[in-house]
């Protein structure tokens, strides 16, 4: 019988593995479906979609949902569970989380009426990830800057959440640290935090970088923005797609640059899954 506290955690990558086992941990009963490829340390019950509609009350669903807008997103299945009406009316009656919702209430009008919620969307959600984003681009620098990151000279683009920390992160370790903003309140936080502050829109402008790692999802590092910054020997680039990067252009000017997408999930999948747990139980909670 459908219990509203037993999980069903139905796709997704290593995150949803680690958010399966923790939960059981915490003391709830837990179906997994699409992990056939991959075990559980902790009593995760694995289970089909149909044991999920049967016995589980809440389910939880990947981030993102799905990537081609067509599959649920299943990295450890061969199986495929189709996004379509069916799939919808077997959610009916469900508390259902994901991940980029937007993507699935596309696949069906009955998404209308069924109780949804979506836990990339939660402030905490992204503050938290911030932190093994910029732990992923970290190691990233390390692996792929023939130098030191201490005593380096690196630009953070933006003052977001993920520049707050990796700019936190990159003067830990011993770097000296620029970032940029637009807005001026963020350059005078910036300032005060002991970093270089920068406008936006000045980089480029000449100053030498040895490392650059962008969070601004726009297209900041242009064709003419990366001629200026020839001497770089790294861009990493965070943000989400379309990312703010020309990446021919950084090829044909001698620049590394690297997109470097869904962090959290590969660097730090223990985390980034217990990440999605407490955001999904402070959202039940309200
Ligand atoms: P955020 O808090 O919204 O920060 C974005 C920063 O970019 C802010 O400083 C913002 O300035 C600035 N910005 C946005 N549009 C701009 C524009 N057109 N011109 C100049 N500055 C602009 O976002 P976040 O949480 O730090 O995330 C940053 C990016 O990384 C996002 O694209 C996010 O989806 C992505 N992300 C990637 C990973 C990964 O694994 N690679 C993980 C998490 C997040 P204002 O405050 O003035 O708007």
């Known amino acids: 019988m459908t219990s509203r506290l037993t999980f069903g955690v139905l796709g997704g990558d290593r995150r949803q593995i680690a958010l399966a086992e923790s939960l059981v941990l915490n003391g709830y009963e837990v179906y997994a479906c699409g992990f056939d490829r991959t075990g559980f340390a902790a009593d995760v019950k694995k289970g089909s979609l149909d044991d999920i509609v049967r016995e589980c009350g809440i389910v939880i669903l990947p981030l993102p949902v799905t990537d081609d807008g067509v599959f649920l997103k299943m990295d450890f299945c061969e199986d495929k569970i189709a996004l379509d009406d069916s799939f919808a009316e077997q959610m009916r009656g469900k508390r259902v989380f994901g991940g980029m919702m937007e993507r699935l209430y596309r696949t069906s009008a009955a998404w209308k009426e069924i109780d949804t919620a979506d836990y990339y969307t939660r402030e905490e959600f992204a503050v938290r990830n911030a932190v093994p984003t910029a732990e992923g681009a970290v190691e990233i620098a390390m692996r792929e800057y023939a130098g030191t990151i201490s005593g380096s000279r690196s630009l953070v683009a933006g003052f977001g959440r993920v520049g707050k920390v990796l700019a936190r992160m990159l003067r830990g370790i011993g770097a000296e640290v620029t970032v940029s903003a637009r807005k001026p309140a963020d350059l005078a936080w910036i300032e005060s935090y002991g970093y270089r502050p920068l ?37 990493v680039d965070l943000a989400s797609a379309p990312g703010g990067v020309d990446f021919d252009a950084a090829e044909k000017i001698g620049i590394k640059a690297i997109l470097a997408p869904s962090l959290p999930g590969r660097v730090a999948p223990k985390t980034a899954g217990e990440i999605i747990r407490d955001t999904v139980c402070h959202m039940m909670g309200e």
């Open 199 to 235: 406008l936006t829109a000045d980089i480029g402008g000449g100053e030498p970088y040895d490392l650059i790692f962008n969070t601004i999802p726009a297209k900041i590092f242009n064709r003419r923005v990366l001629s200026d910054l020839r001497g770089c020997s790294l861009l």
